[in-house]
């Protein structure tokens, strides 16, 4: 097992260093790879999810939570720090994916899809009718925060949370990687295959996944506070279904076999709309459509699913 | 609450509970037989509406009269060519695959029509009211209001709901239809072509869908997003009642569209809200629905 | 004489029209193998499903050492003691047959780790031998989905192993398995389970494999339990070779 994913995560190693290099060189590219690592957190938790065989419509409960977070702390307390904002993020929707998790991983399937997608849009319908705090559809604006004491002008700062979210994501994608690797992880993947053979072992499944789904809603959270820290904002569309539509689109695109996937996806699904936004005005939603179906359609393990399927095809391809 | 405001809460709730159930039942449909959560449907309810208006604006000049028919062209030609083409080159080459491979693909769906909707017909909104103003207002009880939204919607969706019972139980299509849900192989199994009970159903469903847009049309202005917001709501009905059950789908449309309009006139910013909070309620009781499980033949 | 390790008491259950327990009286004694006979819908998996709580009764009760598990949860029996393994193997397809065998080794050790490996588990050579006992070591490294159906078999039962039960239960341990081979897994499985001290209850309908390796024979037949004694006892009752064998 081990032996067979080193090539995946050597270019996961040489992603990170391009994501920390290339930027210095290119400047528009800080906020660009800021928010590919930031969001690939989030897809992270996808990935979890999807390796018990659960699709989560909506996830983007999570990351409004986290972005809400930071946006309530700056609105309410003032000022606001980088990494308080992260783990407070973090935290709060962890706490709140405990919540919700104890009732959603009492379903399977399309009922935990749906009751996933019916938390998300009461979450959001909330944060924009509930006008007197969150300001309603117009969101919160997130003021640039320090880092652990230390303020910086908008240049330095956009080269800043770049790198606190480069740490952040290298971190989650290890820890995600142990996880999967862990005996917990291996009773996440079981739950996929067999759930009562799981039950058989003495293992309880509800646990098992509960304690999945809050590690996605953590991961969520962080990315979550991570992207209203880079946009400075948070608005109720961070929670809207189409937000979760698009964690799972990411997810599927990058290939939720291997963790590295939720990077992929994301790289690939920033710099679409990023260069098709320069260049084509507003038909991005159409390209990243149409990408999407053909990797649906030819490549269903995805972008990292790729590379295996071509090794496939020249070992037993005659 | 005076009495004239609750009868005209009881009047917006109905005119609007018929809408949502002609979008809703469409969906439910579809899931019924293809197993299928359809994402691009809110698109098709969306271009059913703006197609609907640029019919309708276009006969409007020769006689306002055709605007009828208008909509319901409209309706057809989304629901054939938009519904036909989604089925046929989206789902079908999936069959057999991984569920969130056929969901993400119509999230696909939905991204490209989201934004060709925005191409075609731009983002300023769209009024096409001709249909609402060529039928007379009626008086109910006391209260004015046009019978475009009181008559002629409900009278549409009722006319759905008997047609499609009908259709499923007393004719040999509906049947063919009903024993590829109850069960698919068995009925591959004795010669039912699937593919075509699929294709089928994939489009009365996208029609209905855009009927919902097209009827909608003249009562309300098109704008981007109408789309996104459809495919949550006609779901959250759809999942409430239990996928697959039509008559359910039905109470539960009205049921949804009396609270909404209530709260409305009551707590106007809990709105939107009403609809989603009824869903986890019903769900976390019975993840089948209030109707899936008392009924046992789906659809 | 040996203690009773499961103990069933007028155990009912009905589904529809079918009677599958209609006052099932059974003990299991410490030490035994205990087979179980019967024509097929009789309802001796029902029992096996009742045992480990798969299905509650509606009317008796089971006790497993003096505990009453009547109606528990499939994992809170699995800890007591009581393993399974199934008619159609019940694996984790998509991981190789030693993480299968690591999954069962953390879940009966529990509060599994969220961040050292499942390799790491300190029970690997453990599950080795195991699956050595059973046949199957040479598959250790295959996915469980690339095994045939045989061997499927016998890592399902190692599965049950790997829990170190007391009672191990049985649903036709050697179905899908080539004959030639019956007697050979039979030999292998229960000379294991003398060594591990398990007792075990076993479904089969090979009268050789019943005679050979039960030390008593219970027959069940239309939900009731027709009779219960030695292999020679019960397969000398000439309506049990009637109704039951068929010869």
């Known amino acids: 097992m081990s032996g067979r994913i080193k090539p995946v995560t050597a270019v996961a190693i040489i992603f990170f260093l391009v994501s920390a290099v290339a930027p210095l060189f290119v400047s528009s590219w800080a906020t660009l790879f800021a928010l590919i690592l930031a969001k690939g957190i989030v897809v992270l938790g996808i990935i979890l999810l999807l390796q018990a065989g659960q699709v989560s419509f909506g996830h983007a409960m999570f990351f409004a939570t986290g972005a809400y977070t930071a946006a309530f702390w700056g609105k309410y307390v003032g000022g606001g720090d980088i990494v308080l904002f992260i783990a407070l993020g973090g935290i709060t929707s962890a706490v709140f994916g405990l919540i919700v998790g104890l009732f959603v991983v009492r379903y399977r399937e399309i009922f935990f899809g749906m009751l996933n997608l019916a938390f998300s849009m009461v979450l959001w319908s909330l944060l924009e009718k509930m006008f007197h705090y969150t300001n309603g559809a117009d969101g919160i604006r997130v003021p640039r925060p320090a880092l652990l004491g230390l303020s910086f002008t908008p240049e330095t700062f956009q080269y800043v949370i770049l790198y606190v979210s480069l740490l952040a994501a290298v971190v989650a994608f290890y820890g995600v990687q142990r996880y999967l690797e862990s005996p917990l992880g291996h009773m996440l993947r079981a739950i996929k295959s067999n759930e009562t053979r799981l039950e058989y072992l003495g293992t309880s499944a509800r646990r098992v996944l509960l304690i999945g789904y809050m590690i996605s809603a953590f991961l969520g959270g962080i990315g979550g506070a991570l992207v209203a820290i880079i946009q400075q904002i948070a608005t109720p569309e961070f929670g809207f279904w189409t937000k979760s539509g698009e964690f799972v689109f990411i997810a599927i695109l990058g290939g939720s076999a291997h963790a590295f996937g939720a990077f992929a996806g994301a790289a690939m699904f920033e710099c679409v709309r990023f260069y098709a936004a320069a260049h084509l005005a507003d038909t991005w939603q159409l390209i990243l459509g149409v990408v999407l179906i053909v990797i649906i359609l030819y490549a269903p393990n995805g972008l990292i699913g790729l590379r295996q399927r071509y090794g496939q095809a020249k070992q037993g391809g005659h | 609450m005076n009495s004239t405001l609750a009868i005209l809460a009881i009047l917006d709730g109905i005119s609007y509970a018929a809408l949502v159930f002609l979008v809703s039942v469409g969906l439910s449909l579809i899931f019924g037989v293809l197993r299928v959560v359809n994402v691009a449907h809110g698109s098709l309810y969306a271009f059913g509406a703006y197609l609907a208006a640029t019919f309708s604006l276009a006969v409007a000049p020769i006689s306002p009269w055709l605007t009828y028919p208008a909509l319901l062209a409209a309706s057809i030609v989304i629901g054939v060519v938009c519904g036909g083409f989604i089925e046929r080159f989206l789902l079908r080459p999936l069959s057999g695959q991984e569920d969130v491979l056929q969901l993400l693909i119509t999230f696909a769906a939905f991204m490209i029509m989201d934004n060709l909707q925005r191409l075609i017909w731009g983002v300023q909104p769209i009024f096409a009211a001709e249909p609402l103003r060529l039928l007379p207002n009626v008086a109910v009880f006391g209260v004015s209001y046009t019978s475009y939204q009181v008559i002629l919607l409900p009278g549409v969706a009722l006319a759905t709901l008997l047609g499609l019972r009908y259709f499923l139980r007393r004719t040999l299509s509906g049947a063919v239809i009903l024993a590829v849900t109850e069960d698919r192989e068995a009925s591959t199994a004795i010669g039912i072509d699937a593919k075509r009970v699929y294709f089928v159903t994939f489009v009365i469903g996208a029609s209905l869908a855009a009927l919902g847009g097209a009827l909608a049309s003249p009562t309300t202005s098109l704008v981007p997003g109408m789309g996104a917001d459809m495919i949550v709501l006609s779901f959250a009905v759809a999942a409430t009642a239990g996928l697959g059950q039509i008559e359910g789908t039905a109470l539960t449309a009205l049921m949804i569209g009396l609270t909404r309009a209530f709260v409305i006139y009551l707590q106007p910013e809990f709105e939107v809200l009403v609809p989603y909070l009824l869903m986890v309620l019903v769900l976390l009781v019975r993840p089948f629905g209030l109707f899936g499980a008392v009924q046992v033949r789906k659809i | ?247």
Do not use: C
């Not at chain 3, 397809?93 to 390799?119: H, K, W, Y």
């Open chain 3, 1 to 247: 004489m040996a203690s009773v390790l499961l103990s069933a008491k007028g155990i009912k259950i009905r589904f529809g029209g079918v009677v599958a327990a209609d006052g099932i009286d059974l003990d299991v004694l410490e030490g035994e193998n205990l087979a179980i006979i019967g024509p097929n819908g009789a309802g001796k998996t029902t029992f096996l499903n009742i045992s480990t709580g798969y299905l509650r009764p509606q009317a008796g009760s089971i006790s497993f050492l003096g505990q009453e598990i009547t109606a528990q949860l499939p994992r809170t029996i699995t800890k007591l003691g009581i393993a399974r393994a199934f008619q159609i193997p019940q694996l984790f397809l998509d991981q190789t047959v030693m993480e299968n065998m690591l999954i069962a080794a953390a879940s009966r050790l529990g509060s599994p780790s969220g961040f050292t490996a499942l390799s790491a588990l300190p029970e690997l050579p453990e599950m080795e031998r195991l699956l050595d006992l059973v046949g199957v070591k040479s598959y250790a490294s295959r996915k469980a989905r690339e095994l045939p159906e045989g061997q499927r078999k016998l890592v399902d039962i190692a599965l049950a192993l790997a829990l170190k039960p007391r009672l191990l239960l049985m649903d036709e341990p050697t179905s899908g398995v080539a004959s030639a081979e019956k007697l050979e897994i039979m030999d292998i499985l229960t000379s294991a389970l003398a060594k591990e001290k398990v007792t075990s209850v076993f479904v089969e309908h090979d009268m050789d494999m019943v005679e050979r390796y039960a030390h008593r024979v219970a027959v069940w037949n239309v939900g009731k339990i027709q009779k219960v004694g030695t292999p020679a006892e019960v397969l000398a009752d000439p309506k049990v070779r009637e109704q039951v064998i068929g010869i």
